[in-house]
């Protein structure tokens, strides 16, 4: 994978991707949204890629949209909004904002490793892991009312009232507040807070723990936990696990995982048949 706002690289099964625009406090310019759009929606089609760990370059996470990137603003931004982009506008929300959707529909889980500021669709794109695991520095906002936009975008008023529950996530959508690591934690928005220096090592211990899990059911496993957060009823969400059970154990990997740990005591070896 050669992209120019991106690098990756695959260890071990764990990809890891990194938002390289340090300069710019990883701001999302329009090839950075092109690339991201054009690697998650490769991951169905790279399963040898088992886990993701998403991380940034230099002291931000990413600070949100690049305007100075954006088609229609390369002449700048003071004389208001340019005519040309009005009819070209929607369109470009719809490619940002197509990346948190297809980082929900990737097969593999994505653990976001966040430094500093996560603001604006940095803030949707963190929301959209799966797992967010934050440094001490980490802090996150919504980040559009400071442009006169609405505080509903990149997804972060669908995934928000889901983590924290609708009365917080009202509050620092409304008021654009800055949601610090440790408020952070202690809402629910981030599974740990570390110091920015182990930010990389917990972030792989924690793949490393996904990775004791056989492929196929850590798919299933993302697909009808996200399925299944949305389900019209009880009736819909047991019907869901029960097709992925029975999926999981037609497997060979699902044979493998039960000699290994309970006839022959040892780590299974998973082939991903």
């Avoid at 310019?29 to 054009?38: A, G, N, Q, V, Y």
């Avoid at 996200?226 to 389900?231: S, T």
Wanted: hydrophobic share 40%; glycine share 8%.
């Amino acid at each position: 994978m050669d992209y120019k706002n991106l690098k990756f690289e695959l260890r071990d099964h764990i990809g890891w991707l990194t938002l390289n625009r340090p300069e710019q406090h990883n701001a999302l310019s329009w090839d950075m949204i092109l690339e991201l759009r054009d690697f998650f929606g490769s991951l169905e089609d790279n399963l040898d890629i088992r886990v993701v760990i998403i991380r940034s370059e230099g002291r931000h996470f990413s600070v949100g949209l690049d305007l100075t990137s954006t088609p229609g603003f390369e002449d700048g931004i003071s004389e208001g909004l340019p005519s040309r982009l009005r009819p070209r506008g929607f369109m470009i929300q719809r490619k940002l904002s197509d990346i948190p959707n297809r980082m929900r529909h990737a097969p593999q889980p994505i653990i976001c490793a966040i430094r500093g500021a996560a603001i604006g669709g940095g803030f949707g794109i963190a929301l959209a892991g799966d797992i967010r695991l934050a440094g001490e520095s980490a802090r996150f906002n919504v980040g559009a009312p400071r442009l006169g936009m609405g505080a509903g975008d990149v997804a972060i008023s669908y995934f928000l009232p889901r983590l924290i529950g609708v009365s917080r996530a009202s509050l620092y959508m409304f008021t654009n507040r800055f949601i610090n690591a440790t408020t952070a934690e202690q809402i629910g928005l981030v599974a740990q807070v570390v110091s920015d220096e182990n930010l990389d090592e917990t972030a792989e211990d924690v793949a490393r723990e996904l990775l004791k899990v056989s492929p196929f059911s850590l798919r299933m496993t993302k697909e009808v936990f996200n399925a299944n957060i949305d389900a019209g009823s009880l009736l819909d969400a047991t019907k869901l696990e029960n097709r992925t059970q029975i999926l999981c154990a037609f497997t060979g990997d699902s044979l493998e995982a039960i000699k290994a740990a309970f006839l022959d005591k040892r780590d299974p070896l998973y082939t991903d048949e």
